[in-house]
């Protein structure tokens, strides 16, 4: 099963792809299209027809083929956007909202695999988040003071969870884990189940917003009337992509000597912080650590991100060896609550999803719930509070200036160090970068069978430069994290557009 990056996570090599029905482009005008196949689409159209819309799904590759592949599967009601900050930026009452959305989210997981019967090792477990100092420590006691507000369910203990020391201790009931593809797949089942379309290896390319909506795709045309962007980040150029920063998470799964597995999700409070669980996987047992997490783009050397991660394991766990890696992709919102609703300038008819943070496993499937309130009966008590139209310049002030100015740099000051091209045979088999060539910046990748490839590096988003990512072998936009394959397609949006290619023959690139 494939996924947006070269690294395999747990999940791909546990599941095989997903096959749809056969299907066509549908005739007649549909009800609602839902573009991308990750648990947000999916979620949605379930839900959508379940409740006697005909919807299609169309995803661009295969199925959770997105950050949903590339995901831990913790599910939390508690978010990285803690309530103390929530109750902050918007109120205690919204803090207690989204608390009771987290709830019902977990609690429609639930629902679908029992109602379905999907076999996808969920279990409900104790989640722990530790401080290991002082300062964290009483960061910690407000957090707790404030989930308690929203209605959260956590204290202090005294418990030894993981080998890692710790100054105080939180428990949280009623978490959850799954393996996340394995869910997908048995939703998506559903999904056809009820009657509805899903499309794979079909890219949506445009749509037009008209009385009925006509979606452009690599197929053919999709008239229908409402339509969804699922796609973690909406295509083209957004007021979201102002308010939505691209981050890149690394996770190990690592066997260890004996059996100190995790029988819990467990959270450090460091900035970034480390996430870990346990996953089993054929009968062998795996811990699941996550962290290290930066801005897209905006780390030279992506495999220096896997080397520290090993090391934090290191330091604390007797590990026998590594078998997977993998990173993949989340979008911070810069007021710290996701963007659910009519897609800023499309009052009407055309729904978005975007700005989960680490939390899109609960938010992806609580927009599922959102947004077919909104279509289905034309409310929902969590509308205006997750409107992307929205405007918090208290809440969310600090952040959209730091995001904004830090978009403005990369793209106007191109902040790429001035090279000449080298001689192509001096790059390392699978090494990548941009490069200066007769007053043209280029980026370059060497496989590792010596074949180049050479693409232009202005990102078809906007324009900013794109960046190597060594350890996923892909071109990321710092800006607003379209990311391309070495060959420049788009394997994240928003780009809707590959990048243009050099012609690169017998060594000389020809331009
Ligand atoms: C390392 C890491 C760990 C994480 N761990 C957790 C966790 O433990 N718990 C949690 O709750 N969240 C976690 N998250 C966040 C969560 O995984 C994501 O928010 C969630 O998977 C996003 O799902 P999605 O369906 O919105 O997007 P995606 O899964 O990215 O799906 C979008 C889909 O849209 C398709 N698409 C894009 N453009 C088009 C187009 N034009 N036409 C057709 N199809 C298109 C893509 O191919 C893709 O399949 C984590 C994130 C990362 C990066």
Not at 456 to 463: A, L, Q, V
């Given at each position: 099963m494939l996924r947006d990056g070269a690294c395999e996570s747990i999940w791909q090599t546990s599941v095989t792809e997903f096959v749809s029905r056969a299907a066509f482009i549908p005739v007649g005008i549909q009800d609602v299209v839902i573009v991308g196949g990750g648990i947000t689409g999916i979620t949605t159209a379930l839900l959508l027809q379940q409740a006697g819309k005909r919807c299609v799904v169309v995803e661009a590759h295969n199925i959770g083929f997105g950050t949903t592949g590339g995901t831990t599967a913790h599910l939390n009601t508690?978010?990285?956007?803690s309530y103390a900050q929530i109750k902050q930026n918007f109120s205690a009452e919204d803090a207690q909202l989204i608390a009771r959305g987290a709830r019902q989210s977990i609690d429609l997981i639930k629902s679908n695999i029992e109602r379905y019967n999907i076999a996808c090792k969920f279990r409900e477990l104790p989640g722990y988040l530790f401080s290991t100092t002082e300062e964290e420590s009483s960061a910690l006691e407000s957090i707790i003071a404030a989930s308690k507000e929203a209605g959260v369910a956590v204290g202090l203990v005294n418990e030894t969870v993981l080998p890692i020391p710790y100054h105080q201790i939180s428990i949280w009931e009623g978490q959850a884990q799954f393996h996340p593809l394995q869910y997908l797949h048995g939703i998506a089942k559903a999904f056809e189940a009820a009657g509805g379309v899903l499309l794979q290896g079909c890219r949506v390319l445009h749509a037009e917003d008209n009385e009925t909506i006509e979606v452009i795709t690599t197929k053919g045309n999709i008239k229908c009337r409402q339509l969804i962007y699922a796609t973690h980040i909406p295509p083209g150029v957004n007021l979201l992509h102002f308010r939505c920063a691209p981050y890149r998470s690394y996770v190990l799964g690592v066997k260890l000597?004996?059996?100190?597995?995790?029988d819990a999700v467990a959270y450090d409070m460091h900035d970034p912080y480390h996430y870990y669980r346990t996953e089993e996987v054929n009968g062998e047992k795996y811990l699941i650590v996550g962290g290290e997490d930066h801005?897209?783009?905006?780390?030279?050397?992506?495999e220096a991100c896997f080397r520290r991660l090993e090391s934090h394991v290191r330091n604390y766990f007797e590990v026998a060896s590594i078998p997977y890696k993998w990173s993949s992709q989340y979008f911070e919102p810069t007021d710290g609550l996701p963007y659910i609703g009519h897609l800023p300038g499309h009052p009407g008819n055309i729904y978005v999803a975007t700005g989960f943070g680490g939390n899109g496993m609960i938010y992806g499937t609580l927009s599922g719930m959102l947004l077919r309130d909104l279509i289905v009966s034309g409310a929902s008590e969590l509308e205006e509070l997750l409107d992307p139209n929205r405007i918090k310049p208290v809440a969310g002030f600090a952040n959209f200036v730091k995001e904004a100015a830090d978009v403005a740099g990369k793209w106007v000051g191109g902040l790429f160090p001035q090279e000449k091209l080298p001689a192509l045979a001096d790059m390392a088999p699978g090494e990548g970068r941009i490069v200066e060539f007769e007053g043209k910046k280029m980026g370059i990748y060497k496989d590792e069978r010596g074949k180049v490839y050479a693409i232009?590096?202005?990102?078809?988003?906007?324009?900013c430069t794109v960046q190597w990512n060594n350890a996923e072998k892909s071109w990321d936009c710092p800006c607003h994290g379209s990311r391309f394959s070495f060959t420049g397609e788009v394997l994240t949006g928003p780009a809707r557009k590959s990048l243009a290619v050099y012609d690169v023959k017998q060594g000389k690139v020809v331009i």
């Open positions: 508690f978010m990285d956007s000597k004996g059996d100190g597995y995790p801005k897209t783009g905006h780390e030279d050397n992506t232009d590096p202005g990102c078809t988003h906007i324009k």
